[in-house]
């Protein structure tokens, strides 16, 4: 009987060690998780080490003033369409097109085929009310588009990078950008029930020199005015026409200067303090991540950052049912507990260390083919940098955690080997021959 139960007793010790293998590495990847993607300094972190806020005029420059970018509705016309569509046209479109293609086309992976623009020539003749041509996305055409979208055409890359080095440092722009992700953090964390974007450093250079340069740098980037142009910006000096946006002769340049400091003075003033991301709740509704679980998603979120942050209570009580089941000395404790740690330590320490070769494989095979056509090559790099640092980090992290379990583990497991059960004892103690 007492063979049965010492049987019993390690079967179930097993049991409760591999559970506890299985458990452990998942409490060592969901506190990691928890610890890092709910703080903000990783995200600081990241962004001033990838050099972001320098970069950031740059990379701006670049996303806008792209020809895959700017010209989207040029090279893929029924991007336009489909994006905004009423729900006749979609139908209309998926019954010709096909959902997939319909959903490839409208999200910009790929442009449509000569014979699928002539399949769906009939669904935007029917049902597109607002047909926008290519013409009119063309950046060479003065006569289609908004006076807006024409005269920032103009603008190259050097320019918009120009621009905002010039309304932007990257100090501001970092001061910004950490105020909103602190915020951000704080909110998810259930600290504050807003986040908003501050705007005091952006209107302190704009209502400087700064703004008066930036007006002054932003005509000079325009094409030179026409004489039609020249006697409408005479007017406006004058007291009252429409504000023409070209480039003037030097002369008149000289004469509209003074009158920038007056202007900005006017606009400033009207942009508000701070942009709101999330909103304050209403009076009276409920505040976010009060509700029941599920019934909202901070709450949900706030729920399973709780999980994760208790997660590491599985493994330990699985270990004690280890140790009531099987443990009964000191070498079978260090090795119930040292092979389970040093096993989960391994393993672990192993996906961490693979993580980011398959990382770097599922990127280029699932993500990259579904970027969409539009997207300058420079920004998804960027966005992979990114990705990728996060990565890196949380990594660490996890193979930090790893040999925390390994390395006691491991020396658990060694050391019960120099540990002699009364037993061995007994065995290794020669009899002793009886006095004659």
Same mark, same amino acid.
């Given at each position: 009987?007492?063979?049965?139960?010492?049987?019993?007793?390690?079967?179930?010790?097993?049991?409760?060690?591999?559970?506890?293998?299985?458990?452990?590495?998942?409490?060592?990847?969901?506190?990691?998780?928890?610890?890092?993607?709910?703080?903000?300094?990783?995200?600081?972190?990241?962004?001033?080490?990838?050099?972001?806020?320098?970069?950031?005029?740059?990379?701006?420059?670049?996303?806008?003033?792209?020809?895959?970018?700017?010209?989207?509705?040029?090279?893929?016309?029924?991007?336009?369409?489909?994006?905004?569509?009423?729900?006749?046209?979609?139908?209309?479109?998926?019954?010709?097109?096909?959902?997939?293609?319909?959903?490839?086309?409208?999200?910009?992976?790929?442009?449509?085929?000569?014979?699928?623009?002539?399949? *769906?020539?009939?669904?935007?003749?029917?049902?597109?009310?607002?047909?926008?041509?290519?013409?009119?996305?063309?950046? /060479?055409?003065?006569?289609?588009?908004?006076?807006?979208?024409?005269?920032?055409?103009?603008?190259?890359?050097?320019?918009?990078?120009?621009?905002?080095?010039?309304?932007?440092?990257?100090?501001?722009?970092?001061?910004?950008?950490?105020?909103?992700?602190?915020?951000?953090?704080?909110?998810?964390?259930?600290?504050?029930?807003?986040?908003?974007?501050?705007? %005091?450093?952006?209107?302190?250079?704009?209502? /400087?020199?700064?703004?008066?340069?930036?007006?002054?740098?932003?005509?000079?980037?325009?094409?030179?005015?026409?004489?039609?142009?020249?006697?409408?910006?005479?007017?406006?000096?004058? %007291? %009252?026409?429409?504000?023409?946006?070209?480039?003037?002769?030097?002369?008149?340049?000289?004469?509209?200067?003074?009158?920038?400091?007056?202007?900005?003075?006017?606009?400033?003033?009207?942009?508000?303090?701070?942009?709101?991301?999330?909103?304050?709740?209403?009076?009276?509704?409920?505040?976010?991540?009060?509700?029941?679980?599920?019934?909202?998603?901070?709450?949900?979120?706030?729920?399973?950052?709780?999980?994760?942050?208790?997660?590491?209570?599985?493994?330990?009580?699985?270990?004690?049912?280890?140790?009531?089941?099987?443990?009964?000395?000191?070498?079978?404790?260090?090795?119930?507990?040292?092979?389970?740690?040093?096993?989960?330590?391994?393993?672990?320490?192993?996906?961490?260390?693979?993580?980011?070769?398959?990382?770097?494989? *599922?990127?280029?095979?699932?993500?990259?083919?579904?970027?969409?056509?539009?997207?300058?090559?420079?920004?998804?790099?960027?966005?992979?940098?990114?990705?990728?640092?996060?990565?890196?980090?949380?990594?660490?992290?996890?193979?930090?955690?790893?040999?925390?379990?390994?390395?006691?583990?491991?020396? *658990?497991?060694?050391?019960?080997?120099?540990?002699?059960?009364?037993?061995?004892?007994?065995?290794?103690?020669?009899?002793?021959?009886?006095?004659?």
């Amino acid at each position: 009987m007492r063979k049965f139960f010492r049987v019993f007793a390690k079967v179930f010790g097993s049991i409760f060690a591999m559970l506890f293998v299985i458990t452990a590495i998942l409490a060592v990847l969901l506190t990691t998780l928890s610890r890092q993607i709910f703080n903000a300094s990783l995200y600081k972190n990241i962004l001033t080490g990838q050099n972001i806020y320098s970069r950031f005029p740059e990379i701006v420059g670049v996303a806008i003033t792209s020809s895959s970018l700017s010209n989207t509705c040029t090279q893929n016309t029924l991007f336009c369409s489909i994006d905004n569509a009423s729900p006749e046209l979609q139908a209309c479109l998926k019954n010709v097109l096909g959902a997939d293609a319909t959903q490839a086309i409208g999200s910009g992976q790929r442009n449509p085929t000569q014979a699928e623009l002539q399949l *769906a020539q009939p669904c935007l003749d029917q049902y597109d009310t607002n047909q926008t041509s290519a013409s009119q996305f063309d950046i /060479g055409d003065s006569g289609g588009g908004s006076g807006m979208s024409l005269f920032l055409q103009n603008l190259t890359a050097a320019d918009w990078q120009s621009f905002l080095t010039m309304l932007l440092p990257s100090s501001d722009l970092k001061a910004m950008a950490e105020s909103t992700i602190d915020q951000m953090v704080a909110y998810l964390n259930g600290e504050t029930n807003t986040v908003t974007i501050p705007l %005091g450093k952006l209107k302190e250079r704009l209502s /400087g020199t700064a703004g008066a340069d930036l007006i002054l740098k932003f005509i000079n980037s325009q094409p030179g005015c026409t004489d039609k142009d020249l006697e409408q910006m005479i007017g406006l000096t004058g %007291g %009252g026409m429409t504000l023409v946006l070209c480039k003037p002769p030097e002369v008149l340049l000289t004469t509209l200067a003074p009158l920038f400091p007056d202007l900005l003075n006017t606009v400033v003033p009207q942009i508000p303090d701070q942009v709101t991301i999330i909103p304050p709740p209403k009076p009276g509704a409920l505040a976010p991540g009060s509700g029941a679980f599920g019934s909202d998603s901070i709450t949900t979120l706030r729920t399973v950052r709780l999980v994760m942050r208790l997660s590491p209570l599985v493994p330990l009580a699985l270990l004690l049912l280890v140790t009531l089941f099987a443990v009964r000395s000191l070498k079978s404790w260090l090795r119930w507990w040292g092979i389970p740690l040093f096993i989960s330590g391994l393993i672990t320490l192993a996906m961490a260390i693979s993580f980011l070769p398959l990382f770097n494989t *599922a990127w280029s095979t699932f993500v990259i083919p579904h970027i969409p056509a539009f997207i300058p090559a420079d920004i998804a790099a960027v966005g992979l940098d990114l990705v990728r640092a996060i990565a890196r980090i949380l990594t660490q992290g996890i193979a930090l955690r790893a040999m925390i379990l390994l390395v006691p583990g491991l020396a *658990a497991w060694i050391g019960s080997n120099f540990i002699k059960t009364r037993h061995e004892a007994d065995v290794s103690v020669p009899p002793v021959a009886p006095a004659s």
